[in-house]
């Protein structure tokens, strides 16, 4: 079966960058559009950032220019760079594997078949 397997959550300080990593097992990897979607204590699950399988790229307006997404077909593996943390950053970050292309339907988690377990990211001081 199909598994995201997410790495890199940790405890940072307001200011600090970090790299999460999502490892994809038994899928075509390439034709994918992944996404990153995250989900703080309360709170419903939120859409972060996504790449489809022509390499475009999408953003919540709330980690434009501070998170940058990417891929590696050759390793399977989905990538969130994320700089500038902020404490409201604070959240379970979910790695998604969906075949929606169109711009609309991208953000929405429905648009998602496969997902990850999640990786715990807490920014703190």
């Known amino acids: 079966q199909v598994q995201l397997v997410e790495s890199g959550g940790r405890l940072v300080q307001p200011g600090d960058s970090l790299r999460l990593s999502c490892e994809a097992s038994?899928?075509?990897?390439?034709?994918?559009?992944m996404g990153w979607f995250r989900q703080a204590p309360g709170r419903e699950r939120e859409f972060v950032a996504a790449i489809t399988s022509f390499r475009n790229t999408y953003y919540a307006d709330s980690v434009k220019d501070r998170f940058t997404i990417a891929r590696d077909n050759a390793k399977n593996t989905l990538y969130l760079q994320m700089n500038s943390l902020k404490p409201e950053d604070t959240a379970v970050y979910y790695c998604a594997a969906g075949v929606a292309s169109a711009t609309t339907r991208i953000p929405q988690i429905r648009s998602y078949e496969y997902w990850g377990q999640g990786t715990q990211v807490t920014v703190s001081s």
């Open positions: 038994r899928l075509t990897f390439s034709i994918f559009t």
